[in-house]
Nanobody
């Protein structure tokens, strides 16, 4: 069983930046693809970004492409999401997940409880 804990969320002004972290415990995630997702009130959870085990394959949702960067440090069993040029529409609870398959964003197996990101205008 893997436990995931997201951190780094907070309140920022539009145009600002945040760096989210997803720390895994219980077992290593170094061989698994990982993903970031977000969910705003009243909306479905949506895919944000994913990364394969070696960081050689990365994919972003169009809405965040060019602004967000997903990365990982397997030695620290941690995945990151650097968010720049934040917009109010980025406001959501952000979740990380262990993916069963890199190419399937709906293959999330283990999920964290999320961290709130609020972007003011």
């Amino acid at each position: 069983q893997v436990q995931l804990v997201e951190s780094g969320g907070g309140l920022v002004q539009a145009g600002g930046s945040l760096r989210l972290s997803c720390a895994a415990s219980g077992r290593t995630i170094s061989t698994y693809p990982m993903g970031w997702f977000r969910q705003a009130p009243g909306k479905e959870r949506e895919f944000v970004a994913r990364i394969n085990w070696s960081s050689e394959r990365i994919y972003y949702a169009d809405s965040v492409k060019g602004r967000f960067t997903i990365s990982r440090d397997n030695a620290k069993n941690t995945v990151y999401l650097q968010m720049n040029s934040l917009k109010p529409e980025d406001t959501a609870v952000y979740y990380c997940a262990v993916l069963k398959n890199y190419y399937n964003p709906r293959s999330g197996d283990y999920w964290g409880r999320g961290t709130q990101v609020t972007v003011s205008s």
